[in-house]
């Protein structure tokens, strides 16, 4: 592999705090810390964190946490995406003289380069006041600046010039490059990736679990993803009544987050005829978590308290698909951890590039409830191309752990290391 630098900083708003983790973003940040931990990189993490938590931690010899914005988010105790703009400008004002002086010059004092990668919209103001420290000081040669694109999210806000002379711009698929194109930016595509944990799969007793709980419930099928119109909820309620005509005891386990679009999807529910049971588990133990997800009455369980990642992965497992089915999905990292541990994933068809139709996945074009209907009825028809397509989907997912992320990323950067900063500027 070629060498990364033997530093890294990761600048992102969500992190490995439950508080902190909305979505792929606060998955990727931390795996990927994790994964160049790992590699024997010293790696910095500086994320919006859970104000009940200490401001440092380590987890790894090679790897901190630095959590910021806590006095901020003391205020806005539900999320970190509360107080948003605040906590912006607070890590704006205060996170690149942190870097530039505690990991950058003490880098540089040892002859050692630094890796900052940033991550979306928030961080993009940090990266180019960083770079602006760099150059003052004298600095800018120690470090490769990246930032990259995970969403669209706040493209309107960035300063894509100042952005574009202050580092180069990566993305995780090649639809988000098209995105990136639109304003004027030609970006690198390095994918997102998985830890290599998944690869050995559900623990085997949650599994039991699961299948013993559902095994009067089937087909059954699992939705994990924000209410949002970009994650075709509506789209999987008519496609599961439709399906529950045919097959009355069918199950659709779903948690989506609080966005108000969640009761326009419920309602849309009822409408059909579904009975939504919610469901909240206090418990964190992944055991009690699957027997009360098996047990809630309904078509529907609607679960609005946290999965733990082991009980999540058993429902990946076991269901019969996982419907990952957005509209605009920048990489689809779920679809990923699906393949991984042995699931069947329905993606949808735009930065979902490792999914081959029919090979390793389902992939829904439209938003039609009839496509999305015919592929599930089709899946439901042939069981045996079904476990054929969820082998297929394991061993893509082979390809993407976050080693071999790090390889890709290590050669994409490796000719960029030798620039000098002003040649990265279009």
Not at 311 to 326: C, E, K, P, R
């Amino acid at each position: 592999m070629v060498s990364l630098p033997e530093n890294a900083v990761l600048l992102s708003f969500e992190g490995p705090d439950p508080y902190s983790m909305v979505g792929g973003l606060g998955t990727r940040v931390s795996e990927l810390s994790a994964a160049l931990a790992e590699a024997d990189i010293k790696t910095t993490l500086i994320f919006v964190g859970d104000p009940n938590r200490p401001p440092i931690s380590q987890p790894h010899d090679k790897l901190e946490y630095r959590r910021w914005c806590q006095w901020i988010s003391t205020y806005y105790p539900n999320s970190v995406y509360e107080g948003e703009i605040a906590k912006m400008n607070d890590y704006t004002a205060s996170v690149p003289s942190f870097v530039a002086e505690d990991v950058v010059a003490a880098a540089a004092a040892r002859r050692e380069s630094v890796l900052v990668l940033a991550e979306d919209w928030q961080t993009a103001p940090s990266v180019i006041a960083l770079d602006a420290i760099l150059r003052e000081r004298g600095l800018r040669e120690h470090v490769i600046m990246v930032w990259n694109a995970n969403n669209t999210f706040g493209f309107h806000t960035i300063d894509w010039s100042g952005l574009q002379n202050a580092a180069r711009i990566t993305t995780v698929s090649r639809y988000m490059k098209y995105e990136l194109q639109a304003h004027g930016v030609d970006a690198l595509v390095i994918p997102n990736g998985i830890p290599e944990r998944l690869l050995e799969g559900a623990e085997k007793k949650l599994v039991r679990v699961a299948l013993k709980g559902f095994e009067r419930r089937r087909p059954l099928f699992v939705k994990i993803a924000r209410f949002d119109e970009d994650k075709r909820w509506l789209q999987v309620v008519d496609a599961f009544a439709n399906v529950v005509s045919h097959h009355p005891e069918a199950t659709l386990v779903m948690r989506g987050g609080r966005e108000e679009y969640g009761a326009v999807v419920l309602e849309h529910a009822g409408k059909r005829g579904l009975y939504v049971a919610d469901l909240t588990v206090e418990s964190r133990d992944p055991s009690d978590v699957l027997e009360a997800i098996a047990s809630a009455p309904g078509s529907i369980v609607h679960v609005r308290s946290f999965i733990p990642e082991a009980a999540l992965l058993a429902l990946y497992h076991t269901a019969d698909a996982v419907l990952a089915n957005s509209g605009r999905e920048p990489f689809g990292l779920v679809g990923l951890e699906v393949m991984a541990v042995g699931g069947l994933a329905v993606t949808g068809s735009t930065g979902e590039d490792y999914v081959e139709p029919f090979r390793n996945g389902l992939v829904c074009d439209t938003a039609e409830p009839r496509e999305l209907t015919h592929l599930l009825e089709h899946l439901l028809a042939d069981h045996d191309r079904a476990m054929e397509i969820a082998a297929s989907g394991e061993a893509t997912a082979r390809r993407y752990t976050w080693p071999l992320v790090l390889d890709i990323m290590s050669r994409k950067l490796a000719d960029l290391s030798a620039e000098s900063p002003e040649s990265v500027a279009p």
